[in-house]
């Protein structure tokens, strides 16, 4: 099974900036889909942004324009760039990986085969 490693998270003040990595066990990372998601207390896990590995991006429609993902392959990783945070973007995100055997959308945590451990991003007013 595929080990995933996020870190990059932290206390911001609103208006502030984060970058998330997601860094990859194995030979295989440039043939998986990576996605992002978080989880605020309460709720369930939502849908923030995923990259093909074509580099097609897709992102929740709120989120889109302050959050951009982005992979580089030499070094196994995934990044989430956050920008003019604001304090419901509190919650614990998780990057997951598909795999070139899972043909379904990324959008559905469902459909991920593999999830790291989560790094906490908490944004202050």
């Known amino acids: 099974q595929v080990q995933l490693v996020e870190s990059g998270g932290g206390l911001v003040q609103a208006g502030g900036s984060l970058r998330l990595s997601c860094v990859a066990s194995?030979?295989?990372?440039?043939?998986?889909?990576v996605g992002w998601f978080r989880q605020a207390p309460g709720k369930e896990r939502e849908f923030v942004a995923a990259?093909?590995?074509?580099?097609?991006?897709y992102y929740q429609d709120s989120l889109k324009g302050r959050f951009t993902i982005s992979r580089d392959n030499t070094k196994n990783t995934a990044y989430l760039q956050m920008d003019s945070l604001e304090p419901a973007d509190t919650a614990v995100y998780y990057c997951?990986?598909?795999?070139?055997?899972?043909?379904?959308?990324?959008?559905?945590?469902?459909?991920?085969?593999?999830w790291g451990q989560g790094t906490q991003v908490t944004v202050s007013s």
């Open positions: 194995g030979q295989a990372f440039s043939t998986y889909h």
């Open positions: 997951g990986i598909q795999s070139e055997h899972n043909f379904r959308t990324v959008r559905d945590d469902n459909n991920y085969d593999a």
């Open positions: 990259i093909t590995w074509s580099e097609r991006t």
